[in-house]
């Protein structure tokens, strides 16, 4: 250990703002300090195939999930006597009801809508509406959400770090920016892999803030201020699959090619056109330029060290509260890149992905985070060790089920490390 921890002074400190980490994320919510059920299940579609990131809420209980990229999904619950309904943005919502601890199998189904006139509109007055109809769509009372976090490092196949933590997030109303938004963290937990051929670490700086900071509807001025607006090509299609049957488009923005100093990420828009209310979003960084995509993702690294990006992209899903106005649910972002050492033949591939779920919003008697409990925008998890080392602290949470078990692969680092 002491080898990595020598060698981790080496990290990169990937993107400045938005910038990502992770491949297991999320918890979900604190039950009573009783015996829980744990219940697992699998979700797929139609065609048989998995259903990534679909949302898993427990109907009479205040507990949530999603499920990981297998479509599998672990929810613990106070009781049997429970239905769950699980949902996915271009599918019909399903009820089911949990059978004691017997494993869940859910399938969704896609939805098709045809759209109408709107679709001869122009895009970019799409959009436009749907930026002007905010203040009546979005949540306009400060908010506390209790959020599960997670950061993580894959070096090829293999997890080399994982950091999760337990946030509350408060957030002012959604026509106020983000300057009085804070994120505090409650705990935290986190494994690295101790192989001294481990020699590039990965953190984030602002990790458990990328939800603020990347709530582009909120925070206008990352990506949707007019002037960033007018450096995009507009194009719209309908949503085949829009979700619960809304009439859905989607408007793709993509940055102009001699524009793309000020534009390199670009995407699509999930509109829902009835309300003109933005609910999906996926963006992704334009790799034409490898340079200015370095400098979008890189803020230094380690001497000796040829970086070469291969991939950014960002996932942003808005839901709706009790009341029917939408927030920020869930955000996830992934980078992938490669780097070249001097003197090494072979170059080596990393994964960094961050997660962060809402499991509980809180909208009555809100107080905002105290600003010496927040954290700090240049400030990385990886670095508070004060936040680490309660593990009783996750008995109560559910957590969401990786696609290999945390503990498996660490055992596996610790007995190779001992040969």
């Known amino acids: 250990m002491g080898n990595f921890s020598h060698i981790i002074n080496l990290l990169l400190t990937l993107m400045k703002k938005l910038t990502s980490l992770l491949l297991l994320l999320l918890v979900v919510i604190v039950t009573n300090a009783q015996e829980l059920v744990s219940v697992r299940g699998h979700v797929i579609d139609e065609h048989g195939n998995k259903v990534t990131a679909a949302s898993v809420v427990a109907n009479n209980e205040r507990a949530a999930t999603v499920t990981n990229e297998d479509g599998d999904f672990l929810i613990k619950l106070a009781s049997a006597n429970e239905s769950l309904t699980i949902s996915h943005l271009g599918y019909t919502s399903e009820v089911v009801e949990v059978n004691g601890d017997k494993p869940l199998k859910v399938t969704l189904h896609s939805t098709t809508i045809m759209l109408n006139e709107l679709l001869v509109a122009d895009p970019k007055d799409i959009l436009s509406m749907a930026l002007e109809n905010i203040p009546k769509n979005y949540n306009m009372k400060p908010m506390l959400a209790k959020c599960f976090y997670r950061e993580t490092t894959r070096k090829g196949k293999r997890y080399i770090y994982v950091a999760e933590a337990v946030t509350d997030m408060y957030k002012s109303a959604y026509n106020r920016g983000i300057n009085m938004d804070r994120v505090a963290i409650q705990k935290a937990r986190r494994l690295i892999s101790t192989r001294v051929t481990d020699t590039l670490g990965a953190k984030i700086q602002g990790g458990p803030l990328v939800p603020i900071i990347l709530d582009i509807v909120k925070n206008r001025d990352y990506l949707l201020n007019a002037e960033m607006l007018n450096h995009y090509n507009y194009s719209m299609q309908p949503s085949l699959t829009p979700t619960n049957g809304r009439n859905e488009v989607i ?39 490898r340079h200015k995509a370095s400098e979008f993702m890189l803020e230094k690294k380690p001497a000796g060290v040829k970086f070469k990006p291969k991939e950014l992209t960002i996932q942003i899903d808005y839901n709706p509260d009790k009341d029917g106005l939408y927030y920020l649910n869930y955000i996830r972002t992934d980078v992938s890149f490669n780097c070249d050492w001097k003197k090494k033949f072979f170059s080596s591939s990393y994964n960094v992905t961050s997660e962060m779920v809402v499991t509980d919003l809180k909208k009555d008697d809100v107080k905002p985070v105290k600003g010496r409990d927040s954290f700090r925008e240049h400030e990385s998890l990886f670095d508070h060790h004060e936040y680490f080392g309660d593990p009783t602290f996750w008995k109560q949470y559910n957590i969401i089920e990786p696609s290999e078990r945390l503990e498996k692969g660490i055992k596996r680092f610790l007995k190779k490390d001992k040969k």
């Open 251 to 289: 408007v793709t923005i993509t940055p102009r090619p001699d524009e793309s100093t000020k534009a390199l990420l670009g995407g699509d828009f999930y509109i829902d056109v009835n309300t003109f209310t933005i609910r999906h979003i996926d963006l992704k960084l334009d790799m034409s330029d």
